[in-house]
Every structure is written in C-alpha cells, then in structure tokens.
C-alpha cells in the first residue's frame, strides 16, 4: 500500500488491467505522459518514486539504458512485448496475466485482499502546470470517482430543468458505448472516460492515436453511444467530407472539454446529429477532471458556458485583494470539490500555493452568473 506502480504507454488494452490491479491492492497507479521524451519520463519515475513500471515496448526502449539510476524501482513489467534479457527486474505482463484472449477466464479470479478506504491515495497524475518541472497530483480513490457522480447528477439536472424524467439505466437494453479518443494517461482519459466506464459497466472502445475516418467507421460498427474528446476532434467529425456516408446515429451524447469550445458548436451538433445532446465541462487535472457540466438545454442556451458546479462542490470567484466577487465580475477561479486533488506529490510548498483548506486555486480568469453557470475567460498557461 501506498508504493507507487508508473504506467507509460499508449492506448492499449492492457493499460486498463495494470491500472486496477495498482488500486485494487492500494498502491498508487500513477500514469506517466506516453508523449514524453526519454528525459521526461525517467523524471516522472524518479520523482514518483515508482517501485513498478509498466510500460509498452517503446517506452521501454526509450528508459532501458536508464534503468540503473532509478534505485527504487525493483521491477519493470514490459506490455506487448518479451522480456529483457540479462536483467532479473523485466518481466513479460503476458506472463503474468495471459494473452488478452485468456481475459475472460480471469474474472472468476477473486482480488488479492486489501485493506482500502475511500481518502486513501490513489493516483498521482503529473500535469505541467505554468513553470518548472511536471507536478504530480495526488487524488484519492474519494476523489477519484467523484467526477462520476457530478456528471451524472448535472446530466440528471438538465433534464429536470427541461420538465423532463432523467432516463434510467435498463439492463435489458443495448450497451451504451464510449470512443475514448484522448489518451489514458490524460485526466479526462483516465477519470473521465475509463472510469467512468467501468463504473457505469459500460463499453470503451480505445484507439491508439486519433484519426476521423477510422473513428467514423468505428462508431458505425460498434454502435458508439458517447463520443468526444477535445472540440477540436467534435468538429473533424462533423466537417468530415464522407460523415454522411457512415450511420451514426447511435451516437446519443457528444462530450468535449479540456480547450476552449466555440459557440457555434452546439448548434452544429444538433443540425448534423439531431439525435446527440452536447455536452461541454471545465476541470484539470488537480481536479480529477470533470469539475463543471454543461448539457442539453442548458447548454443550447448557454453555449459560450462550461456550467455549474456538481453537487458538494462550490465555485468560487476572486478578486486581487483575496475577497469573494459577486456574480458577474471576472477574477480567479477557485474550485472547492470531494474531486480536488490532495497536494503534490513531494512538492509542499508548490501544494501551499495551489491547494488552500479544500479549494484549488486554478489560475484561470473566470465569472459565474445568478445561477451558478461558469464562463471560462482565460485559462492559466
């Protein structure tokens, strides 16, 4: 419990398992950035302190000659690929779990016991923040799935705002079906979306690097329900030259965040996927992702908005001089959740800063109207 398992890799199937087999036992899964740079990533793994890394064959190939520096790490668990020869500490992950076609079977294996409870340290996920080196933020498995829950109460609000019943879950229906198309080791990649997935007992359909043809073709044969991302990917699907050449209407949700969305782009998903409600939100990383929500309606109505705050959780509006801003004036956006990361990770004085008797201090210039709705005015960089 507690010791840190690094996984650096791209989207593959057997990030998922290496993920929940860390959290399941109360070690701390602590995904590194698969982007980064051989320098990069031997940082992430000293400053984590990881005693296990998992990593798919090029991120191996990437620390190999590194490995010798890293004292704590007393094992490395290549995915994909065969073990190093010479070294006792990698180690083949099929050796250890089977090939993916040998999964199934595994779900009469019980869980190895573990004395878990809720504010327990979960993850550290490292986000560059404005200057320096990468922090990690340290979130507990409270925090963890909290996002959950906001999205589906704020899901559940639109629809009562609208003098309509929530729809409920029916297990004798279709599988609803996400399309993760941002990476895993990314806030809204590992929270957002494979979280929330399991936890809703849903499908997730991965891709190792994001291209719109093959996601059109992906979404026609498996019947994708949430699709999503960044806007950016929302509006290369839509704009699409071939998009009317492929069914998709079981697309019943377009969610995106984590840039600036234009306007524009409700309407646009309601004129081309007339069955799709949009969906906008506001979170980091320091908040587990998914902090704020905008859907449906509300958010045709408030398309320039990232909306409310979910239920537990406060925003807050600040002024240079520390005070508390009325509804309306810009200032600095701070964050108050049971999602907040905790601090991070061996960095107090940066966790002072950024983490204040609950609140996140985001950096972002932001307002909020007479109802609580959250409009972005310039985010930190």
Known sequence: PGERVAIAARNFPQ????????????????????????????YGLADSGAAIAVLDVDRFKLVREHLPTLPSLRQVIVMRGGPEEGDARVVSLETLIGPASAWPGLADIDLPPADLHPDMDATILYTSGTTGRPKGAVATHRACITNVFHSMARQAGAFLREGKAPPTPDKTGPQRVMLLSIPLFHATGCYGYMISTMMRADKLVTVYRFDVTEALGLI??????????????????????????????????????GAPSAPELVSTIRRKLPGAMPSNGWGMTETCATATLNFGKDYELRPDSAGPAGPASKLRIV???????????????WYFGA???????????????????????????????DEGFLFILDRAK
């Not at 044969?221 to 050449?245: S, Y």
């Not at 002024?319 to 956006?333: K, V, Y």
């Not at 966790?351 to 909020?368: E, L, M």
């Open 319 to 333: 002024g240079p001089d520390g005070s508390t801003l009325p509804p309306g004036q810009p200032g600095e956006l």
């Open 15 to 42: 990030w998922i398992p290496s993920f929940f087999a860390a959290v399941s036992v109360g070690a701390i899964a602590t995904p590194l950035n698969s982007w980064w740079t051989a320098e990069e990533l031997i």
């Open 339 to 369: 999602n907040n990361a905790r601090c991070y990770w061996d960095k107090p004085e940066e966790s002072a800063r950024a983490f204040v008797d609950g609140w996140v201090v985001t950096g972002d210039i932001a307002r909020v109207d």
């Open 220 to 257: 026609e044969r498996e019947k994708i329900t949430t699709f999503g991302g960044v806007p950016a990917i929302a509006w290369q699907l839509l704009e699409h030259p071939d998009r009317d050449k492929y069914d998709l209407s079981s697309i019943s949700i377009v969610a995106y965040g």
